[in-house]
C-alpha cells in the first residue's frame, strides 16, 4: 500500500482527531497513488497516523477513514458507521424522519453526506474514494433506516468538480420518488429532490423554529435569500400580518408559494423574483421598514483567498439589512462560510451597524448549526454555520 508522509503539524493535528489531511501538509510520497486509492499516512519518524482515500489532484490530498492499521476500509466498516451515525440522530438527539443522518468526517466517513426526508435519503459524495462505494453505502443507508425507500443521488457542485468527478442527480437505489413533505415545529414543507444541494437547508432547523418565539401578530417580516421559505414559512406560521419572501430564483419562489399553500398562509405572503442587493437597494429609497429582517445567504467566501471580498459582500448586505429594521426591531443573520469564523463574522456585524447608525442587543446565544451536522472538537472545518438573533435601537 502506498505511504503519504505528513510534516509536523499534519501530524499534530491528526493526534488531536483531525480527519484531512490537506496537500500543503505532505512531505512526500511512497508508491504510486492515483485518485480514490487507500492509502496509509506515516510521520517522518515512520509512525502509523491513519489510512483513508487519496487524490492527488485535490488540495484534500487524504480523506482519512480509520486510525486503526487494522481496520479494513470495506463496505462492511461503511456499513457499520452509517448505522452508528443514525442512530446517534434518533437515539441521542432525537430526531425522526428528517434529519442529517451522515455528516462526513464528524461521522468519520469523509467525502458522504446524507439527509433523510421521510422515506427519501439524499446523498452527496465528495471523494473519489467513496465514489468507489456508491451502491454499497445506498444500501448501507436503506439497510440502517428501512422507512427509506429510495436513495437519490444529488452528486452536484463545486467539490465534486474539485475532485475531478462528474455531476450526477438521479435515483440511485430504490423506488422513483422526487417529492415529499416533513415537518419542522409548527410549519410543513415540500423537499423537493431537484433543488440545491441535498434538497433542502436541515442546518438551520433549529434557528428557524426559534424565530417563531419572537414572531406576533401584526409583523411585517422581511425574509432575504428565502430560497423555498425556510424562515418566511416560520414568520408567517407563527403569526406575522405580511412576510416578503426575496430569492432571485423564480423555481425557489414558485416553491415558496406551494408551501405558503400547504401551510395555509398564502394570503400574508409577498414574493419577489431578484437579486437581495438591488431589491433591498429599492427597499431602502422608498423608506420600507420591518419588525424583522432576515439574512440567510449563500457561502460569499468559498475559499481563503475570497475572504476580503466575500466580508464585504457580508457587510454590504448586512447593512442594508439594518437599514431596513424599524426601531426596536430584529435582525436575523447567519453566514455558512467555513472560512469565516464566529469573531470574524460578529466583527463584521458590528461594523455595519455602526455604518447604519445602530446599536446591537444579543437576544440569542450564538447560534450554528443543528445538531445532527455534529461539530467534531478536533476539526474546524465541521463548524460553518453562524447565526445572530439581534435587537436593533437607533444611535442617539
Not at 487519496?54 to 461503511?78: G, H
Not at 436503506?142 to 468527478?165: C, D, H, Q
Amino acid at each position: 500500500m502506498a505511504r503519504v508522509i505528513v510534516d509536523a503539524q499534519a501530524a499534530r493535528a491528526i493526534g488531536k482527531g483531525a480527519m484531512i489531511v490537506f496537500k500543503k501538509g505532505v512531505v512526500r510520497t511512497e508508491g504510486e497513488i492515483n485518485p480514490g486509492d487507500i492509502v496509509e499516512v506515516y510521520t517522518r519518524g515512520g509512525k502509523f497516523l491513519g489510512k483513508g482515500f487519496a487524490n492527488p489532484n485535490s488540495n484534500i490530498m487524504v480523506r482519512l477513514v480509520t486510525k486503526d492499521k487494522d481496520t479494513e476500509i470495506n463496505k462492511e466498516l461503511f456499513r457499520e458507521r452509517i448505522r452508528k451515525a443514525n442512530e446517534y440522530r434518533k437515539n441521542v438527539l432525537g430526531y425522526d424522519k428528517a434529519y442529517r443522518m451522515v455528516y462526513g468526517e464528524a461521522d468519520y466517513l469523509p467525502g458522504l453526506i446524507v439527509d433523510r426526508f421521510n422515506e427519501i435519503a439524499s446523498i452527496q459524495i465528495s471523494s473519489v474514494g467513496m465514489e468507489r462505494f456508491k451502491l454499497d453505502l445506498a444500501e448501507a443507508i436503506m439497510e440502517a433506516e428501512p422507512e427509506i425507500e429510495t436513495v437519490f443521488e444529488k452528486n452536484t457542485g463545486r467539490s465534486r468538480r474539485r475532485e475531478g468527478l462528474p455531476e450526477i442527480e438521479r435515483v440511485l437505489l430504490g423506488k422513483e420518488k422526487y417529492r415529499t413533505v416533513i415537518e419542522e415545529g409548527r410549519a410543513k414543507f415540500i423537499v423537493d429532490m431537484r433543488g440545491q444541494k441535498t434538497g433542502f437547508f436541515l442546518d438551520q432547523r433549529e434557528n428557524r423554529i426559534a424565530l417563531e418565539k419572537y414572531v406576533k401578530p401584526g409583523m411585517r417580516v422581511l425574509d432575504v435569500f428565502t430560497y423555498t421559505g425556510g424562515f418566511a414559512i416560520h414568520a408567517a406560521v407563527a403569526g406575522a400580518d405580511e412576510v416578503v419572501a426575496v430569492d432571485k430564483s423564480p423555481w425557489a419562489i414558485n416553491m415558496v408559494k406551494e408551501n405558503a399553500k400547504l401551510n395555509g398562509v398564502e394570503d400574508k405572503m409577498k414574493y419577489i423574483v431578484g437579486s437581495a442587493f438591488p431589491v433591498m437597494e429599492e427597499m431602502i429609497k422608498r423608506g420600507e421598514k420591518f419588525d424583522i429582517v432576515i439574512l440567510d445567504p449563500p457561502a460569499f467566501v468559498q475559499h481563503e483567498k475570497d475572504l476580503k471580498r466575500g466580508l464585504r459582500a457580508y457587510f454590504n448586505v448586512n447593512y442594508a439589512g439594518l437599514q431596513l429594521v424599524k426601531e426596536g426591531g430584529i435582525l436575523v443573520t447567519a453566514s455558512c462560510s467555513q472560512h469565516v469564523d464566529l469573531q470574524t463574522f460578529k466583527d463584521m456585524v458590528i461594523a455595519a451597524a455602526a455604518k447604519a447608525g445602530k446599536f446591537l442587543k444579543m437576544l440569542e446565544p450564538y447560534r450554528t448549526q443543528a445538531p445532527d451536522h455534529p461539530i467534531l472538537m478536533a476539526s474546524k472545518d465541521t463548524e460553518y454555520l453562524k447565526a445572530l438573533f439581534l435587537y436593533v435601537e437607533d444611535m442617539k
